[in-house]
């Protein structure tokens, strides 16, 4: 049975025995009980688990999208109806721009981690949770900026405010925005590196356990000598 999957993969394969295309599959209706039971199971396992990490790229791509959109309404309407609700300049709400910019710019990241987290080899387990640390870290910080460039602005353009939960509302979104820029520039230039990160211990544990032996031997040939 020929299945596809959805864009953007388009990868072709039999929903039977979950092969490829381009290769026999005329056993397929057949019951074969050589063990391969597990081979199928394993197979099914690999597709959950790209579906698991498939769904969360596709949930961010929508949300930026959402965001780019929302980007837009801030700068065309949003700045100006705050600003002439609160007696503003304009230019005195470009943290507001600055905050959906720096979320369109996440959701961006966001998406592509959930790529390399599906290549990361299976065998890496510490670099495995180091990176999910990492991009925890970061979606948390980003959901938290997002809630209140959302739900938090709202208010300015639907109620009635006044300064004191302006001049709030102004700090914490900026604190957000900064913390935001801080975590994912940290995931990024750990994934450039290629989690390295990880590496570094375990090299520096090999050094230590190298002197120690070096140190022992040299310990050893003295005593020999005195």
Same mark, same amino acid.
């Given at each position: 049975?020929?299945?596809t ?39 099914r ?30 700068r065309?309407?949003?700045?100006s ?23 369109? /710019? ?6 592509w ?10 065998g ?7 990176? /999910? ?6 979606e ?60 570094a ?8 356990? /190298? ?14 000598v005195?």
């Amino acid at each position: 049975m020929h299945m596809t999957c959805a864009a953007p993969c388009r990868h072709h394969f039999c929903w039977v025995c979950l092969g490829p295309l381009g290769v026999s599959h005329t056993s397929c209706n057949g019951y074969n009980d050589d063990g391969s039971k597990d081979g199928l199971q394993s197979l099914r396992a690999e597709v959950k688990r790209y579906q698991h990490y498939y769904e969360r790229w596709a949930e961010n791509e929508k949300s930026r999208q959402i965001a780019v959109n929302d980007l837009k309404n801030v700068r065309t309407n949003v700045v100006s109806e705050i600003a002439g609700a609160l007696g503003l300049n304009v230019s005195q709400l470009d943290f507001l721009i600055e905050a959906w910019e720096q979320i369109v /710019e996440c959701r961006r990241v966001l998406k592509w981690t959930y790529a390399y987290g599906y290549y990361l080899p299976v065998g890496e387990a510490a670099k495995k949770q180091f990176f /999910e640390y990492l991009q925890g870290q970061a979606e948390t910080c980003l959901e938290r900026l997002h809630d209140c460039a959302e739900k938090e602005m709202r208010k300015f353009v639907l109620e009635e405010s006044c300064m004191h939960e302006y001049v709030a509302f102004q700090k914490k979104l900026n604190e957000l925005t900064k913390l935001s820029k801080t975590y994912f520039e940290n995931l990024v230039r750990a994934l450039e590196n290629g989690l390295s990160e990880v590496e570094a211990p375990i090299e520096g544990k090999r050094r230590k356990m /190298e002197n120690c032996d070096k140190t022992s031997m040299n310990k050893k040939r003295q005593r020999k000598v005195g």
